[in-house]
């Protein structure tokens, strides 16, 4: 029997819903590019309920309980004494999200010597050290593609937001204000500007695909070149690499892996060659971003806004200087974690648990770390002292 450590965040304040604000979701069987949605063999959830979060389990309890599993749930992950670390010495599996992540470092990983399986609910295993993995033979999976539309819709309302200056001119309406001028004083229109994606894999595609009918223009730079007919159908300019890119854009959004080439790439010298005044959106990783070259460039007037959801670490200390720098948009880490993307990364989880214990192979499109090496996405997606740079 397996013991399974889940790590989630916290319940809402005012206790876990017992009422929703809608009554269904749509129903949607497959991804841009065919890809199906989670086949799990079953499910004890209802979709469109709070999973991610402690009482929601992501809907694991039944199913693992009744196979004679053991289920450790938590949001406690922080140091020698947290119950994360109490429960790793003997857990079997370690299921996290990036929202809430519970970072499997070498020296937990050592010290979990029952370890062989990481999950990810959702997308994104830079929290899991991939190098430790692949030498302690630990299988790490994430459920690919089951919240990129959820981030590439998030990108496109932090995009409009910060060029129309939205949310300073919310807060005027709600504090009871009518200052026009206070409000237009920085907005503009987002029609006829440029926008650029770092990486155009699942998520930057689906960024400018929904942006193409805003009538903008649209570049990006990915190690893996789009197809013709998707850069001839979106109007795509290619660029070799994002230093070639940022001066041409007003607005430029990342959505890269974070691996050894991309941390750290927006820092003052990067920033400094995107024109005065852009705009910068990051969904991906805190990390690809110098945390105070961005503070810096809001201040300095080189930046216009800064928007994004990551934090570095997470959850963000109080005193993070990207709480209170100005012409920001900051969300904490929501942009995958819908109630539409929980039902769909909770029934992936579950299909990788159904896979891992049955014996039988996981979807190849889900493995990053396998047999001792990166496997699946994670031979596309990212890189590590211990392989070769997927090309």
Known sequence: MAKILCVLYDD??????????????????????????????????????????????????????ERGHTLVVTSDKEGANSVFDRELSDADVVISQPFWPAYLTAERIAKARNLKLAITAGIGSDHVD????????VTVAEVTYCNSISVAEHVVMM????????????????????N??????RSYDVEGMQVGTVAAGR?????????????????????????????????????????DMVPQCDVVTINAPLHPETEGLFDDALIGGMKRGAY????????????????RALRSGQLAGYAGDVWYPQPAPADHPWRTMPYQGMT??????????????????????????DGTPIRDEYLIVDKGGLAGTGSHSYSTSTSTPAR
């Open 12 to 65: 809402p304040i005012d206790g876990y819903p017992t009422s929703y604000a809608r009554d269904d979701l749509p129903h949607i069987d497959h991804y841009p590019g065919g890809q199906s949605t989670p086949l799990p063999r079953g499910i004890d959830f209802t979709p469109g309920h709070l999973l991610g979060s402690v009482s929601g389990e992501l809907g694991l309890r039944r199913f693992l309980t």
């Open 130 to 137: 991939l190098d430790a993995a692949i030498a302690a033979d």
């Open 159 to 178: 995009i409009l937001s910060l060029v129309r200056n939205y949310l300073p001119a919310h807060r005027w309406a709600s504090e009871g204000g009518w």
């Open 180 to 185: 026009i001028a206070d409000c237009v004083a």
């Open 203 to 243: 998520i930057g595609l689906a960024v400018l695909r929904r942006l193409k009918p805003f009538d903008v223009r649209l570049h990006y730079t990915d190690r893996h070149r789009l197809p013709r007919e998707i850069e001839e159908e979106l109007g795509l300019t290619f660029h070799p690499s994002a230093a």
């Open 280 to 295: 910068l959106v990051n969904t991906a990783r805190a990390k690809i971003c110098d945390r105070d070259a961005v503070d």
């Open 332 to 357: 904490p880490h929501i942009s995958g974690s819908s109630l539409s993307a929980q039902a769909r990364y909770a029934a992936g989880t579950r299909e990788i648990l159904e896979s891992w214990l």
